[in-house]
C-alpha cells in the first residue's frame, strides 16, 4: 500500500495539471447579439466578469453596430446627444463593433467587470427605434 501512495500522488497531480489546462483552452465566455429592424438579442442577459466575446449578427436589412456602455440607467432612458439626437451619449462605454452590414457577423473580445450594461445600436435614429438591451455581468 505503502508503495502506491507516491503513484497516486503523482497520478492526481497531472490530473489536475490536465483540468487546468482544458479550462484555460476553454476560452472568453461567448454570447451572440442578433440585431435587426428594430430589435436587439442576446443568447444571454447574465454573463460571467472577464473576457466575453460578442458575435454581433445583423439579420435586418440595415447596417448596425453594436455598442456595450457600462451604466446604471435603463436601458431605454440614455440620453441624448446635444449636438446630434439622432444618437444618444455613450457614456460608460467599453467598447463597439461598428458598421455590420446587413447579413454578416462580425465578433470582437471585451472585458467586462461586474455591473450593469447596455447594448445600444447607435446608427442614426436605431436606439430611438428601440435598439438597446439591458444586461447584468456577475
Request: contains cysteine; hydrophobic residues 45%.
Amino acid at each position: 500500500m505503502k508503495k502506491l501512495l507516491p503513484f497516486a500522488a503523482i497520478a492526481m497531480l497531472v490530473l489536475g495539471a490536465c483540468a487546468q489546462a482544458g479550462s484555460a483552452q476553454n476560452g472568453p465566455a461567448k454570447v451572440t447579439v442578433t440585431m435587426s429592424e428594430w430589435s436587439v438579442k442576446m443568447t444571454q442577459t447574465t454573463l460571467p466578469a472577464g473576457q466575453v466575446t460578442f458575435a454581433l449578427k445583423n439579420d435586418g436589412k440595415l447596417t448596425h453596430e453594436l455598442a456595450i456602455l457600462k451604466t446604471d440607467l435603463p436601458h431605454n432612458k440614455i440620453p441624448a446627444r446635444v449636438e446630434d439626437a439622432t444618437k444618444v451619449q455613450e457614456i460608460g462605454i467599453i467598447g463597439e463593433i461598428e458598421d455590420v452590414e446587413a447579413g454578416l457577423t462580425k465578433t470582437d473580445v471585451f472585458d467586462l467587470v461586474p455591473g450593469n450594461y447596455v447594448l445600444i445600436c447607435n446608427e442614426v435614429s436605431h436606439y430611438q427605434a428601440g435598439m438597446h438591451l439591458a444586461f447584468v455581468v456577475k
